[in-house]
């Protein structure tokens, strides 16, 4: 468990020295761990040499205080996770250790994709996680970044930018894990009462209706998607998009081929973002 850079850094170089040929993954997080964060881990460890998993509750991820204050932390239950699943290395920094000056600090543009989708509702996010997500590849200097694909647009954008700075880091990307009623494991779901639970639920019943209408066209796949949410007034939904996976743009009405429909809505107050791969036409 390090938490300053310049630990973080030494630590690094001792097992670089150690073995040269070593390769290094690298997982962050913002903490409260989950089975999703367990296969994420248990891929990098099958990937490379050394794991590193960041965890840092990035406040440019959220857009007051209040809200970073207001996200669950598990320490001791992370520590547990890690621990039992052989990470190398813990890197747990301060938000001084990361920002000498929060409010000047040089960040990182995803232009006009990150105010799209979620950025849309929330456009600081992206800007702040690209950000972060830079100054994480710099104090590691990983071979390999693993993301989970859960936030499509968040891996989109990472692969981007490593490919227009011309880092040499490999993206790795794993499934996304659910639970029995096929909501992806986060931390939010534990935070619903079970009537909220089976409302969220929908969501990706209203997925596998886009997926099983998208040899029709796009209308329909949207439009099957919409339809399987009619009636849950415990669901606001945010967007509902069906997106080119090359460019990550909405797809025309003509558009034949692989797809990506992305969807997000609040429970209760709680976010939850999902996506399925489609086939239109």
């Known amino acids: 468990m390090i938490s300053t ?29 989950h089975d999703g964060h367990r296969d994420l881990i248990r891929t990098a460890r099958e990937t490379a040499d ?37 990470v190398d290395v813990v890197f747990t920094p301060t938000t001084a250790e990361m920002f000498a000056d929060l409010s000047s600090t040089t960040k990182i543009s995803a232009g006009d994709l990150g105010l799209r989708y979620e950025g849309r509702s929330r456009p600081f996010y ?26 499509r647009q968040r891996v989109f954008l990472v692969e981007r930018m490593i490919r227009d700075l011309f880092w040499d880091i490999d993206v790795v990307t794993v499934e996304t894990v659910r639970d029995d009623a096929g909501l992806p494991v986060s931390s939010r779901i534990a935070l619903l009462d079970e009537a909220d639970r089976v409302a969220a639920a929908r969501l990706p019943v209203a997925l596998e209706a886009a ?33 080119d996976p090359a ?3 909405p797809v025309d009405e003509g558009h034949a081929g692989p797809a990506l429909a992305l969807i997000a809505a609040t429970v209760d107050g709680h ?6 791969e489609i086939y239109i036409g």
């Open 211 to 243: 997926a099983a209408n998208a040899d029709r066209n796009v209308d329909a796949c949207i439009a099957a998607a919409q339809g399987a949410l009619m009636g849950e007034s415990r669901i606001t939904l945010d967007y509902l998009n069906v997106v």
């Open 126 to 151: 992206f800007d702040g996680l690209l950000t972060v997500e830079a100054k994480l590849f710099s104090l590691v200097r990983p071979d390999i970044a693993v993301y989970g694909l859960r936030d």
């Open 271 to 276: 976010r939850f973002i999902d996506n399925t």
């Open 50 to 86: 050394i794991v590193v998993v960041s965890m840092f509750l990035n406040p440019l991820r959220f857009r007051t205080a209040a809200d970073a204050q207001a996200y669950p932390r598990t320490p001791e239950a992370d520590r547990a996770l890690l621990a039992d699943l052989d």
């Open 5 to 33: 850079t310049a630990g973080l850094r030494a630590r690094l170089a001792e097992r670089r020295a150690e073995a040269p040929e070593s390769t290094v993954a690298l997982i962050s997080t913002i903490g409260a761990l």
């Open 247 to 249: 460019t990550f743009l």
